[in-house]
């Protein structure tokens, strides 16, 4: 059984940093694309950020360098670094997982194979 559980969500003051994480279980983890999408109240699920198995390829949506994924395959984990946060980040972080390579179906959404349950973050202002 696959499980993503994300952690590290929190209250935080605008201008602050929370470090995301992503403990993956139940599957060869240094196979999968792994990334970050995020949904704001009343708004639609949106795409993050993006690391491939190897690590070496990276993807965001335009968070304007504020924030960096990474990961540990060793540790089956996935981070996500977030500095310089704003109340516009205000959403729940979910882990998304993807047998597969990146593309304009794992930033929409639908080539995702598993996900998490979500992390709240709130970046008060």
């Known amino acids: 059984q696959v499980q993503l559980v994300e952690s590290g969500g929190g209250l935080v003051q605008a201008g602050g940093s929370l470090r995301l994480s992503c403990a993956a279980s139940?599957?060869?983890?240094?196979?999968?694309?792994m990334g970050w999408f995020r949904q704001a109240p009343g708004k639609e699920r949106e795409f993050v950020a993006a690391?491939?198995?190897?690590?070496?390829?990276t993807y965001y949506a335009d968070s304007k360098g504020r924030f960096t994924i990474s990961r540990d395959d060793a540790k089956n984990t996935m981070y996500l670094q977030m500095s310089s946060l704003k109340p516009e980040d205000t959403a729940v972080y979910y882990c998304?997982?993807?047998?597969?390579?990146?593309?304009?179906?794992?930033?929409?959404?639908?080539?995702?194979?598993?996900w998490g349950q979500g992390t709240q973050v709130t970046v008060s202002s």
């Open positions: 998304a997982a993807r047998a597969g390579r990146y593309n304009s179906d794992y930033v929409a959404g639908r080539g995702v194979d598993y």
């Open positions: 139940g599957l060869t983890f240094s196979s999968y694309l």
């Open positions: 690391i491939h198995w190897s690590g070496s390829d």
